[in-house]
């Protein structure tokens, strides 16, 4: 599957530490915004978007590779790794914008999740079946 442009944005006075650069929670946020818009992209916000059902994070592995600066310019690409029965695999590459280094990523794995009895459920048959035809496009 090809990546998907997923986030745009700056690194903030505010999300920077007293190294000077930019706090590994912001990265974890940015990503997490990433992550919403490729839930959208792929359909998944469908599955997670009500009272009962939601889309949670089993595993996540984060490598930080170069760091970023206040005022740097980021953008985050993201693709489909996998696809199970309960779960599915992410991976967002984070890049700054004008040097185009790969400073970032995270590869995840999230599972439909049953809000009300907390247990991960089967991804539907037909909405596993599309995640799976758009892995090999």
Request: hydrophobic residues 40%.
């Amino acid at each position: 599957m090809q990546n998907v442009l997923t986030y745009k944005g700056a690194v903030m006075t505010w999300e920077c530490d007293s190294n000077g650069h930019m706090n590994v929670m912001y990265y974890i946020n940015k990503f997490e915004l990433a992550g919403r818009h490729f839930n959208l992209e792929m359909g998944f916000d469908e599955l997670g978007d009500s009272d009962s059902v939601g889309i949670v994070v089993l595993e996540q592995q984060v490598k930080y590779l170069k760091e970023v600066f206040e005022d740097d310019l980021l953008y985050i690409e993201t693709s489909l790794l996998e696809v199970g029965n309960k779960a599915f695999t992410i991976y967002h590459q984070m890049f700054n914008t004008k040097t185009k280094n790969l400073v970032s990523e995270m590869k995840i794995v999230l599972v439909l999740f049953d809000k009300i009895n907390r247990k991960a459920l089967p991804i539907p048959d037909a909405k596993r079946e599309a995640i799976e035809k758009a892995l090999k496009a």
